[in-house]
């Protein structure tokens, strides 16, 4: 594919593709970055990786796409799809229980941008419980 035909590929396309497309982000970062193609970065599609002691609130589902461009949005899709499981993550002021901690492919949101950070394309919101006993 030719680079004038690349930049051809219309959103749904993307969407269908993702695979494709979360590679070529990931090598080539700097040119599919929100500053570069703002308008792709408004709804793109996000996977929400549900841990196991949670999904018995998400009708067993391991994962839940919402169309976010931040963590904060991810947050808000997963409210008005999921809130049962919503209700677990976060607490009446929308805060991320103190349990709970969102990772956002391999980093810690809050060595991030804490509830703004970015999502691009194809991202993984991982959410993980905290275990504790003896």
């Given at each position: 594919?030719?680079?004038?035909?690349?930049?051809?590929?219309?959103?749904?396309?993307?969407?269908?593709?993702?695979?494709?497309?979360?590679?070529?982000?990931?090598?080539?970062?700097?040119?599919?970055?929100?500053?570069?193609?703002?308008?792709?970065?408004?709804?793109?599609?996000?996977?929400?990786?549900?841990?196991?002691?949670?999904?018995?609130?998400?009708?067993?589902?391991?994962?839940?796409?919402?169309?976010?461009?931040?963590?904060?949005?991810?947050?808000?899709?997963?409210?008005?799809?999921?809130?049962?499981?919503?209700?677990?993550?976060?607490?009446?002021?929308?805060?991320?229980?103190?349990?709970i901690n969102l990772?956002?492919?391999?980093?810690?949101?809050?060595?991030?941008?804490g509830l703004d950070?970015?999502?691009?394309?194809?991202?993984?919101?991982?959410?993980?419980?905290?275990?504790?006993?003896?």
């Amino acid at each position: 594919m030719g680079p004038l035909n690349f930049f051809q590929v219309s959103v749904d396309s993307v969407h269908r593709s993702s695979t494709s497309f979360q590679g070529m982000v990931r090598n080539f970062p700097a040119l599919f970055s929100s500053s570069v193609f703002p308008w792709a970065f408004r709804s793109m599609s996000v996977s929400v990786q549900i841990p196991y002691a949670l999904r018995h609130e998400c009708e067993g589902k391991a994962e839940v796409a919402v169309s976010a461009g931040s963590v904060q949005q991810a947050l808000t899709a997963l409210k008005n799809q999921q809130p049962k499981l919503y209700r677990n993550v976060c607490d009446e002021t929308g805060a991320v229980r103190k349990h709970i901690n969102l990772f956002v492919n391999e980093s810690l949101i809050h060595r991030r941008d804490g509830l703004d950070t970015k999502l691009g394309p194809g991202d993984l919101l991982f959410i993980m419980t905290a275990v504790s006993g003896g």
